[in-house]
């Protein structure tokens, strides 16, 4: 009986010299189950691992952490975090700004959601804050640069550590965490916190 090879990998896993790791991270079902769910555009698997690629603008960390937010619930979270465990390993100076803040952007919000299933994922998040907030101050020019109408968004990393921090009591971070974030422009209720958080802190005072 003649066997049939399997078909070559191609797509954006081939493209982006990811099919090793396709074929040894995941197992067949994860893979189908990745192929199933993967649907930009409508395009399902095609895109993924058949389309003739010749070249991309996105680069291999701007891939899989989309790919990887595809995978954001409380099923899938398990590949999602090991997709954005490879894509941790492409991070250079060589690759965009813009691609390494998203990334950590997916790093901080799958992680956090993450974190009543595994406390690991509670250090990754704020790992993922710290990283995002050392490089806010560049990714702000950037964004001001390439913003015709002057509008800057919000930053996951400083709103995500200010909100853990405020439940843990530290205020006095909160509060630098919010001015930081504000003298780079990131939007944001920054007044709001800072204000609430001196309260906090003329409180604790007065118990004393």
């Not at 800072?194 to 604790?204: D, N, V, W, Y």
């Amino acid at each position: 009986m003649e066997i049939k090879s399997k078909p070559k990998i191609k797509g954006l896993i081939g493209y982006h010299g990811l099919i090793d790791w396709w074929l040894t991270e995941f197992n067949e079902n994860e893979r189908d189950h990745i192929e199933e769910t993967y649907t930009p555009m409508g395009s399902g698997s095609y895109i993924l691992i058949k389309a003739n690629i010749e070249s991309s603008s996105s680069s291999v960390i701007h891939f899989l952490s989309y790919l990887a937010g595809w995978f954001d619930n409380k099923r899938d979270r398990r590949l999602a975090i090991k997709i954005l465990e490879k894509a941790e390993e492409y991070i250079t100076d060589e690759i965009p700004i813009f691609d390494i803040h998203i990334f950590y952007h997916h790093i901080i919000q799958i992680n956090y959601r993450n974190r009543l299933e595994n406390p690991k994922s509670f250090d990754k998040a704020i790992w993922g804050c710290k990283q995002q907030i050392k490089i806010g101050a560049q990714v702000s020019e950037a964004f001001k640069v390439d913003s015709h109408d002057g509008f800057m968004p919000r930053h996951t990393g400083y709103e995500q550590l200010a909100i853990i921090r405020e439940k843990e009591m530290q205020y006095q971070e909160v509060i630098e965490i919010c001015n930081k974030a504000k003298s780079e422009g990131w939007r944001g209720d920054w007044d709001k916190r800072i204000e609430r958080c001196e309260g906090k802190i003329k409180k604790q005072v007065g118990s004393f």
